[in-house]
């Protein structure tokens, strides 16, 4: 599976990106799907998570982003309202598969300043 993330950019504190991820197959499929980030000098950190039994956050954007997915378009997004620049950091989108394995696509920058 590819997974192609984009949609990241400059951005001012308080103000909303939206990050998409086309997959080259099914996100029906999929067990989990996610989003995650890793800024300078930290470790990659798991953001956002949807499952068949709903959305789960990490507690530095609960409230603030929004996970969703369009099977249709086999497209996973990540709306990030009221961005802080504790945000800055490159965002990943993943998919994990049950029996199968992990799939990762390429990051996007974000990055969140005055």
């Known amino acids: 599976v590819q997974l192609q993330a984009y949609g990241g950019g400059l951005a001012q504190p308080g103000e909303s990106l939206r990050l998409s991820c086309d997959a080259s197959e099914s996100i029906d499929r999929m067990t989990a799907r996610d989003w995650y980030r890793q800024a300078p000098g930290k470790q990659r950190e798991l953001v956002a998570r949807?499952?068949?039994?709903?959305?789960n956050y990490a507690a530095a954007v609960q409230g603030r982003f929004t996970i969703s997915r369009d099977s249709g378009k086999n497209t996973l997004y990540l709306q990030m309202d009221s961005l802080k620049p504790e945000d800055t950091a490159v965002y990943y989108c993943?998919?994990?598969?049950?029996?199968?394995?992990?799939?990762w696509g390429q990051g996007t920058q974000v990055t969140v300043s005055s």
């Open positions: 993943s998919m994990y598969r049950w029996r199968v394995g992990t799939y």
């Open positions: 949807i499952t068949r039994g709903g959305a």
